[in-house]
């Protein structure tokens, strides 16, 4: 059976004073009494970031009532029907899980070719719809966050956020100070060069690496070593967002706290 997420009772005094964080505060209010902008019932609803909600509006891509809407600031009300296509949108509570990926899980929501994905191990996280935020190749392990809120994946997947990861990689053969030098300048690509905010070699042994990037490229650290000349033998994602595998074994799942949440959404 699905569990039961959290309910975020704080996040409401983050929304209502716009004073509280760093996120761009709106000059409007998103809610009046029990409705909600739509713009922000359509990102509530999993289906997309609020200013990509704008754009779908704007397009008449919307219904409310079998009606296309195109104002920006229409205002949902509880009873309303609201369709994107021919899907009926609901107005979801929100969902944050944390996965410790493990190996030979495809990061997809559904594989035509019948291969384990990342879904199955949050299967029982919750009965709304969760998705990926971003991706990890199908050997990589580490940290994977799942949500329905359109607007966290958003800022979470733009490069203009620029989003800290940390990777350890285990290497086949020792790093030498020549390559971890030329890592830490930036290695030129066949897509441009591959800045990192930080490399070591972890407690000593530099077969194991730690790689502190921003960068959102496919399989950028894979990349950056096997252009050097290395074998990747693992790659593990140990911090993403703030976030770290702390208490959470390898292929278990887990909600994010309040603070977390909070974090994410208005500090980041």
Request: glycine share 8%; hydrophobic share 35%.
């Amino acid at each position: 059976m699905p569990g039961e997420a959290p309910a975020y009772k704080n996040l409401k005094f983050y929304e209502e004073d716009k004073t509280r964080g760093n996120k761009r505060r709106r000059e409007e209010d998103d809610s009046a009494g029990d409705t909600l902008r739509l713009n922000r019932y359509i990102a509530n609803a999993g289906v997309c970031s609020r200013r990509e909600a704008d754009a779908l509006i704007a397009a008449g891509e919307i219904r409310v009532n079998g009606e296309v809407v195109t104002e920006m600031g229409y205002q949902v009300q509880p009873t309303d029907t609201v369709q994107y296509g021919k899907t009926n949108l609901k107005r979801e509570k929100e969902v944050y899980v944390l996965l410790n990926k493990p190996k030979d899980f495809i990061t997809t929501t559904d594989d035509p070719e019948g291969r384990k994905t990342v879904m199955d191990l949050v299967a029982t996280a919750s009965k709304e719809r969760i998705f990926p935020v971003g991706r990890l190749d199908r050997n990589t392990t580490g940290l994977l966050l799942f949500t329905n809120d359109g607007e966290v994946a958003q800022k979470l997947t733009h490069p203009s956020h620029k989003n800290k990861k940390i990777y350890q990689v285990e290497l086949n053969t020792p790093l030498t100070e020549d390559h971890l030098r030329q890592i830490a300048e930036g290695v030129e690509l066949e897509d441009g060069k591959a800045e990192v905010d930080d490399v070591a070699v972890v407690a000593g042994n530099a077969h194991f690496v730690g790689v502190e990037l921003h960068i959102g490229r496919n399989r950028i650290v894979r990349r950056i070593f096997e252009h050097l000349g290395y074998e990747v033998v693992s790659l593990d994602r140990v911090q993403y967002a703030g976030l770290t595998k702390k208490d959470l074994p390898r292929g278990k799942w887990r909600y994010l706290n309040e603070k977390e949440v909070i974090r994410l959404k208005y500090f980041l």
